[in-house]
């Protein structure tokens, strides 16, 4: 073989030796692009939607999943994700289920137990006549025009307190000049609750302050002190209403330690 032959041969050893050289990285490379490239596209959270079940995703809910925006679901950890949603006490449970590209999907299940209430809220609040009249009409109905002609919202009532807004219908008002704390929140679940185990089956309830106002169907307005022990005042209102069966009057007020009858 002449010098030139073998000259020949060595560049083409070394061609191909670059060629092969440079191929594994540049492979390498694309690969890492892709990848990089397929996280960016479909593993990087760009829409969280929640559901509910009867009623809209709480707010609280939703901000707290928005804030999983732009994180990668490589990194979320849905076991804190999951106790955080649960620790805020308006849902009893939640599933997670990724969808891609870049979707999260949430359905959380609402409490075992909510009441609905309508908030009227006015910087004039109603003045009831029979608080200062003895013959007075049952305040129920100044009380029915009042929330009828004042803008209000309804709110999903958990028993913590806790708000949420709901596309619902409700016979239960909350009526003042601003939302009302949550402290007198828990309360009013708690009145709820009891009325609803109790043989009074209002056809609506109004929370005016400490005065709580029952309208029945056929029977007069019930009204009691918020601050009072629920469960006592309405063992004790069952058993009134039970015995004024003659001459019934328009209202039974149960603030006072003697009931009056007007």
């Not at 028993?159 to 003042?176: F, R």
Request: with cysteine.
């Amino acid at each position: 073989m002449s010098s030139a032959d073998i000259w020949k041969t060595r560049a083409r050893r070394r061609l191909t030796f670059s060629r092969h050289f440079l191929l594994g990285p540049a492979i390498t490379l694309i690969l890492i692009l892709t990848l990089i490239f397929f996280h960016q596209k479909y593993l990087i959270v760009k829409a969280v939607a929640c559901t509910m079940v009867e009623g809209s995703c709480p707010e609280a809910i939703i901000s707290l999943l928005d804030q999983e925006r732009g994180h990668s679901f490589l990194h979320l950890n849905y076991k804190e994700l999951k106790t955080d949603v649960l620790s805020t006490g308006l849902v009893d449970g939640i599933e997670f289920q990724t969808v891609l590209p870049g979707k999260l999907v949430v359905r959380v299940q609402p409490p075992a137990l909510v009441y609905f209430v309508k908030t009227a809220v006015s910087e004039v609040t109603p003045s009831l006549s029979f608080l200062e009249s003895t013959t007075s009409a049952a305040p129920s109905g100044e009380l029915a025009v009042f929330v009828a002609t004042t803008a209000g919202k309804t709110f999903q009532l958990l028993s913590t307190g806790e708000l949420n807004v709901v596309d619902a219908q409700s016979n239960y008002y909350l009526i003042g000049r601003t939302i009302p704390s949550k402290e007198y929140l828990t309360k009013t679940f708690n009145w709820l609750y009891m009325l609803s185990f109790s043989s009074l089956k209002p056809e609506a309830l109004y929370f005016f302050g400490d005065m709580i106002i029952a309208k029945q169907e056929d029977g007069p307005n019930l009204i009691m002190n918020f601050v009072d022990d629920p469960k006592q005042t309405i063992l004790a209102l069952q058993r009134l209403d039970q015995v004024v069966t003659i001459n019934k009057p328009t209202v039974i007020d149960f603030r006072f330690s003697h009931p009056i009858l007007k």
